[in-house]
């Protein structure tokens, strides 16, 4: 526990990226006006869930309004609300719901994070703010001592997780992303690509909510 409080400390001061702080500071000025009268968090989000669990899922960063608003990863935004709903059918949440830090929720052998601590302009992050926050990134992967299945929610959090592998170890397969592909990773650990929560992914049909907690307990059997 000791060393993931020691990184959650170092996390939520970081100002590395320019562009990253400048952004999550606007945010949090001019706020989204349903929340005008909110204090938004808008600092880097840190992982949440079980430190001993065996799954990881990991998104791609904080959401505007949403992380970086409450302080929590993948809380109180529409994504979040699909993503849980998901999460709570596989069992793997105690609730369908995350609005807010103090909801209650709680996961069962999962510990969810993001690649990119800090929410990027337009959902897109630049090679080397991605490269600056893979040190956080790769200090949670390899404070998870129990790990075997790593979800990954979209491309660039499928990259991210292929980089660490491809850093640490001898990796010399391709690895494409793809909803529902699993790959063999050194260490005894699979990764699963799995198609963003995303409000586009839901409203065009490419996720639903069978589909996406069908995944999750396919994950759970994994462990
Ligand atoms: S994205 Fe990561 S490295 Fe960049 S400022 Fe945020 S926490 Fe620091």
Not at 119 to 132: H, I, S
Request: with cysteine; charged share 25%.
């Amino acid at each position: 526990m000791n060393k993931f409080i020691k990184l959650n400390k170092t996390i939520v001061k970081c100002s590395k990226c320019s562009r990253l702080v400048k952004f999550r500071k606007k945010i949090s000025k001019f706020k989204r006006k349903q929340y005008i009268n909110e204090k938004y968090w808008g600092k880097p989000i840190t992982g949440f869930g079980d430190i001993n669990s065996r799954i990881l899922i990991v998104g791609l960063a904080p959401a505007a309004h949403g992380g970086t608003r409450t302080g929590r990863v993948f809380t109180g935004d529409r994504s979040s609300d699909f993503l849980y709903k998901c999460l709570y059918k596989a069992k793997i949440s105690n609730q369908s719901i995350s609005k807010s830090v103090d909801d209650g929720l709680k996961l069962n052998n999962a510990f969810i994070t993001t690649a990119l601590k800090c929410v990027p302009p337009g959902d897109k992050p630049k090679k080397n703010e991605l490269d600056n926050c893979s040190k956080y990134f790769d200090e949670e992967i390899n404070n998870l001592n129990n790990l075997r299945v790593i979800v990954a929610l979209g491309k660039i959090a499928f990259d991210a997780c292929v980089y660490f592998y491809k850093k640490k170890y001898t990796l010399n397969q391709k690895l494409n992303f793809g909803h529902g592909l699993i790959y063999n990773l050194p260490n005894n650990v699979k990764l699963i690509g799995c198609y963003h929560p995303s409000p586009r992914n839901v409203n065009t049909g490419r996720i639903n909510l069978n589909k996406m907690s069908h995944l999750f307990k396919k994950a759970i059997k994994l462990t």
